[in-house]
């Protein structure tokens, strides 16, 4: 065990002093080294003459009390001081800058010495930083709830401390941007509400109406933070979400209504409060947009932290359950962070941040996902795709904390895995008719998605049969070509984001390996027996429809193709963002052996048959001479049987 300092553990006795004070020295006297002046001193009347307690003692050999005191106040003072520092450079959400550093002499070793100990200085101040504030985040299930990230008591809110956790680059400077025309947010709104709001409804949408009407009115009322947050967020969300390349005018205006929203993110982002969770929710939804600016795996962490600290996981007990409409809304909030986070967990094949084992919350009543009114007057749809989102998220959270977060034991049921398919392919026949057409082409994506990421290599899982691979293959190609369409086409319906990109990559390596993995098989066309030991309930779902019936079909030419189609996919949206371009580059890598083993085998199917005089009849080689003479053939005489 380490010893304690002298500072931590001080003697309360006085010692021999080192050396007496400069009266008993000049006259030769014993000096008892008494504090704050000695006992000579105090007989002859002369304590303010004494200086036993000056720096005439060896600064590091006191023993005294009262000195041990002075370090320690001393070391209190520096460390304020360092926190003070730290205060004021959190406060301008940067670091200040580093002091000069000396310009090292290679001829001087001195001088090089300087350098090493300035950088190892430097490295240790910015480890100290990262663990100062990551040790910070440990304390928010408390502060959450008390109040500790209140502007008045704290320079330091809990929204600089996501913003420094889950920022990349830094938005722009929005103090010569115009707020758009009321005739484009309405357009905005509208966008959001229609695509987006019907799939993630996290807030009022009352609320928002009434937001944008006082915006561009002007009646004198005053708006809250979170209101600003609320209003700027969607319209950034909306407008970036219809952006095709970066830097087109929609990516543009989606950046400035993001850095104006950032000026109300001390009090949005306030813990303690609903609109907390919804502020969250908004950046959340935005960072996946714009994935050079926000992290949205940080972003995601810190919003389940907020449901957990306010106690969304968890239905109210029946004595404390608010009005039906209020409930509904709780259970809303709480739905659309489980969705996000299961959905982005699965894509960055990571932990979710809380197992379903910790949550308690029934699915909102399916009468409050009715028809609304829109700012125009006309009746949108109702938000029921909202609702089956929830249930497919809920499907994919089982089977993937079974498959991907539990230890790597073997699963006790070879049939899990259909089985999971087979209840998620009960939800696709259970959708209704009235869906639209965008919505439904996006559940059917996330279907095929769910398909095969459920049945691909994993640790828990059994081996992949015959009829596992072509199920991949096929499902693959569905999605591929379909991706492919409504990448290119420009339709902008739906929430399609950056992470619609890393599942294009997913989905494109899956391919590449059954190919590679079984190559004859899925390019032969006929489909192979079911897998054995299958219930009722673990039935596979159907192969789609290019694949029914027993009929030849030419997979060499779907599989080309759908190759081809991939890599102009993840081309189009590297026009979009910068690392969907590192994802291109990478699948070309991976794929290159594969598509010249193709191109191979096409060239060899293509090749002319040999002429006809060039054929050898097939007996020629299996003529056999059975009881004949063959000498007497050769004399030329009649070849009679032998005798």
Not at 328 to 348: A, G, H, N, Q
Not at 594 to 612: A, D, K, N, T
Request: contains cysteine.
């Amino acid at each position: 065990m380490p010893r304690s300092s002298f500072s931590d553990n001080p003697l309360l006795r006085v010692s021999r002093p080192v050396s007496a004070c400069s009266r008993c020295r000049s006259a030769k006297v014993k000096c008892d080294g008494k504090l704050p002046a000695c006992t000579a001193c105090e007989k002859a009347g002369r304590e303010n003459e004494c200086s036993a307690a000056n720096d005439q003692f060896a600064r590091g050999k006191e023993r005294s009390y009262v000195a041990a005191l002075e370090l320690r106040i001393e070391k209190m003072e520096r460390r304020l001081a360092f926190a003070r520092s730290r205060k004021a450079s959190l406060s301008r959400h940067a670091s200040g800058p580093l002091p000069p550093m000396p310009q090292a002499d290679r001829k001087d070793s001195l001088a090089n010495i300087q350098a090493a100990m300035y950088r190892k200085a430097a490295k240790s101040r910015e480890n100290a930083d990262v663990n100062s504030l990551m040790s910070d985040f440990g304390f928010l299930s408390v502060n959450a709830t008390t109040r500790d990230f209140e502007l008045s008591s704290s320079n330091m809110t809990f929204a600089r401390l996501v913003l420094a956790a889950a920022s990349n680059d830094p938005l722009p400077n929005d103090d010569d941007w115009q707020l758009p025309s009321r005739q484009t947010a309405n357009a905005l709104v509208l966008y959001y509400m229609s695509n987006i709001y019907s799939l993630y409804p996290a807030f009022s949408e009352t609320n928002l109406y009434s937001v944008l009407e006082q915006s561009y009115v002007m009646d004198g009322r005053v708006m809250k933070d979170s209101d600003y947050w609320l209003l700027y967020m969607v319209l950034a969300i909306s407008s970036s979400a219809q952006s095709q390349v970066k830097n087109d005018q929609y990516y543009i205006d989606g950046l400035y209504l993001a850095a104006r929203a950032l000026r109300y993110a001390d009090r949005a982002l306030m813990p303690g409060y609903p609109t907390q969770i919804q502020s969250l929710i908004l950046l959340t939804q935005y960072s996946t947009l714009d994935p050079a600016h926000f992290d949205s795996w940080h972003l995601i962490g810190f919003t389940c932290r907020a449901v957990i600290d306010m106690g969304f996981h968890q239905d109210p007990p029946p004595e404390q359950t608010p009005d039906k409409s209020s409930l509904d809304m709780r259970r809303k909030t709480f739905y659309c962070v489980y969705s996000l986070d299961r959905s982005i967990s699965m894509v960055l094949t990571r932990a979710f941040s809380f197992t379903d084992a910790a949550v308690n919350v029934a699915f909102p009543r399916p009468s409050s996902f009715s028809r609304r009114a829109s700012i125009t007057g006309q009746y949108l749809s109702g938000c029921e795709p909202a609702l089956l989102l929830f249930q497919l998220r809920r499907a994919q959270s089982q089977w993937y904390q079974v498959l991907a977060q539990s230890d790597s034991a073997p699963l006790p049921d070879s049939t899990f895995i259909w089985q999971m398919c087979h209840q998620m392919q009960e939800w696709a026949e259970r959708l209704p008719n009235s869906l639209p057409v965008a919505v439904r082409e996006l559940f059917d994506l996330e279907l095929r998605y769910s398909f095969v990421y459920c049945l691909s290599p994993l640790a828990k899982a059994p081996a992949l049969t015959d009829y596992d691979r072509l199920f991949i293959f096929e499902h693959a190609i569905a999605y591929l070509d379909r991706i492919y369409e409504i990448a290119h086409t420009g339709r902008n319906s739906g929430l399609y984001s950056y992470h619609d990109a890393l599942r294009v990559f997913f989905m494109a390596g899956q391919f590449l390996e059954v190919i590679q993995g079984a190559e004859d098989l899925v390019l032969s066309g006929m489909p192979p027996p079911l897998p054995p030991h299958l219930t009722e309930r673990a039935l596979p779902p159907p192969l789609p429809r290019r694949m029914a019936g027993s009929g030849y079909v030419d997979n060499l030419e779907r599989s080309l193709a759908c190759l081809e189609r991939t890599a102009s996919t993840l081309a189009k949206y590297g026009e979009r963002w910068d690392d969907s371009r590192q994802l291109k580059q990478s699948f070309d890598i991976r794929s290159r052996v594969v598509i010249e083993r193709l191109h191979m085998r096409r060239q060899r199917q293509q090749q002319p048959p040999p002429p006809r005089n060039m054929q050898t009849h097939p007996m020629a080689h299996d003529m056999r001479w059975v009881d004949m003479n063959v000498e007497a053939m050769v004399r030329g005489q009649a070849g009679g049987p032998r005798r």
